[in-house]
Structures are given as C-alpha cells and as structure tokens.
C-alpha cells in the first residue's frame, strides 16, 4: 500500500510540473508614475529614444525620469491619437475633432490646412514617402513634409465617395470608407480599388478599420462588433483576403511591430506569429524602445509596463562615488542628469544604461558644488562656496566665471543672468563683452527700474 501511495505522490508531482513549465506565467504589469492620463490611445518612441504618448489629456513625452506635455492654444479637443515621426523629426498626430498637428523644437504647431470642422469624422494619418496622408470625406488629404504644401485627392470615378481609414504599404496606399475602396500612388491619383469577396458584406455591416501600419505586405482591416480581423494584400489594383480570425470580444487596436503584430481586445492582447498573451489590461498599443523594454499604453490604466523592470528593488540607480563623497544638487539634462557632489566633482549619469562619467573636477579648495543650473542644451552654471562658473558640456569647457559665493538661486532674462544670493540679487549680461555693456544696460534699466550699479564691477548692478 505503502509503495501504491508513492507512485501516486510521484505522479502527481510530474503533472504539477509538467502544467506549470508548460503553461507561461501571465504578465504582470503597472502603472507609471507621474502620467497624466490614465487613457492612452497610441505609444510612440522617435528617433532620439524618446517616448512619445498619445492620451486623453493631450500627447506627451517622456524621458524616463518625467513627462512633458505639449499644447496648443488653436486645439478643440484634447483627446490625441496617431503618432508618428518624420525624416525631420517632427512628431505627427490628430485630435478627435478632426485636427492635425505636429511638434518641431518643442513647440505643437496646427496643420491649418486640414480643415477638420467639415469632416464627419476624425482623420486617419500615415507617412508616405515623403508625404502626410490623411483619410478625408474627400478622398485623401495630401501634404508634402518637405514643403508643408497640402492638397486634396479625389478619385474622379468616385467624387463623392471620401475614406475613414487607411494603410500604408511599401508603393501605395490603401484606404477605405462608406462600403469604398481606394488605392493612391503617385502620378496614379486616387483609384478605385476591387474587392470581391462573400466577406464584403459582412466588412460592410460592421465598424471597419484600416490599420496604419502594416505587417511586411500585409494590410490589416479590424471589424466590430463582429470583432474579426482580416488581412489583406494588395495584388495590382485588386484587395484579396489572407486569413480573418474571429476573437472573442471587442477589438480596440492592431499593434504592428517589425517581426510580429498584436491584437489588442478589451480583455487581452495576442501576439503574433506565436501566442504570448497579455489579459485584463484593455490595451491600446505597445511598443519597444531602443533598450528593448516594452510599454503599454492601456485605455484604463494609462501607461503601463512590466513589474519587473519597474520595481524600485530591482531597478536601482547604482551609481558609484567616492569614499566620503555624497550628493549635494542635480538636476535633468535632456534625457541624463548632471549630479554636484561634495567633492567637487560633475558627473553626468545616464538613468537607462546606469553610466556615469566625470565631467569637472574641482580643486579640494573649492568645497564642492552646491548648485546648478541649465542655461541652455550645452551650458550649465556652476555654483561653488568660492565662485560661480558657466561650463560647457559639449566641450568640457568653462566658459565664463563670476566672482560669487554660494548663489542660492539663478535664472535667466532677456540676456541676462540673474543671481540670488546671501549678498541680495545681482543681475549682469549673459555674455561678457565690455563693449556691449552700455547697451544691454541701457535696454535692462529701461524695463526694470530701481537697480543700482555697483563700483568696482562694470557688470554689477
């Protein structure tokens, strides 16, 4: 008996094991701190590594430390969607009330010419070649990146037909609306496209959608509430069915991804080829950034990633100092942080790779760095207990030294750097040239009245 009741015990310890090393352990995700929105309809990352959020308070970016958020005083709505990156770097997307806008050097501009007020719906954008397309009642919005000049295509067979969703292959486009299909390529215009299919009917009874971006030639058009995916390929002017798998619920997205694509419904995400499996987060998009770590952008949650790479225990900024060395100021530089230590030293620490590196060492006389403050991209100023210096990143150089002790504070104002100090507040021109003081003098004192210039320093006041 005894012997029946440990085969028994071994038999069912091969089947536990067996279940679990041949079942994958769902992923457990969170929320990223700091987002200001806890509903991301599309995920980003350009070409400098940043990440780029579109949600229901706007677009964002984010560094990896913090979140900068973009607007613009012409924006009818907030809620944002479709991202994308051109050769120039401009970032790319549209509103639900029907505008276009992109960001060039920190700045969210709107692309006036789309006239989003006559449209029913919300335009669908891609990057063609060197151009912007957009899905209008029209047909297709059309502008030149490099020229920012716009016009409409209409297919002339079809004028009254416009589009509401659209892909963008390799050599064309393809775009769809109101039971219509079109392809454009330059010098062709805007065409008719055929479909024949037993499928159309169905496609044409649903909320059809054309994904943006597309798997290597393969388009792919989500239908609910039948809540089918079908994926298509174009062969010349003529749209022909792969495959259209059926799931279970609602689709929100296709998230298209070099080698594989996800399919994102309200209750899980399916990766494909293969069947890595994501559930109970609603997600909208996700992508990789240049580390090779996933994010998620979820319609409940917001920006989302896994627990693992975000657990303060295991993700710890370990940045080694010296022996009796610790940190006295720091401050974010694009995308690192620049660190002053007691020492007298400047590192510059780059979060995503955990790498430092020394920019300044101070003699021991100087006791260390106090403070610092950004100018610009490439300077950053200096305080210490014996003065106060503007040192050039890029060059690792310093550029400029001033007489003062332990400053509190500094900023800058119309060319000049202001300093508060134990002393009182001391303002003087940003660059110093002796021989464009009189002027920047005259020009400061006519906008700030009561200050008074100091003997003995021709820049102090």
Known sequence: MRGYFEILWLSLFLLVFSITVGVSQPKILQRVPGMPSTEVYDLFTDSKGFLWIAHSMGVSKYDGISF?????????????????????GRIWFNNFTGQIFYIENGRMNLLAAYNGKNEPNFPRIGLFKDMLVATTKRGLFICNINTLKCHYETCKYSPGKGTRSLSVLNDKVIAYGNKSWFVYKPGDGLKAAYFNSRDANLINENAGTLNVRTFKDTAFLFCNPASVVYKLILVNDSLKICSAPQFKYYINTVTVQNNKYWINTVKYSVEKPGNNFIKGYDISSLVVDKQGHTWYGSLQKGLISDLESNNPLK?????PLLKGDIIQCLIKNDSTLLIGTQNGKLISYDPHTNKSSILISLPAKRNGISYLKMLNENNVLVGSTTNTFIFNILKRHVEQTFPYMSIKQADTINQSIVFATSAGLIIRPYKDNPANYEGWKARFCKQFKGLTEVEGDYSNF
């Open 68 to 88: 900068t958020t973009y607007s613009n005083p012409q924006q009818s709505s907030l809620k944002c969607t479709g991202l994308l990156e051109d050769k120039y």
């Open 315 to 319: 993700n710890q900024c370990i940045m």
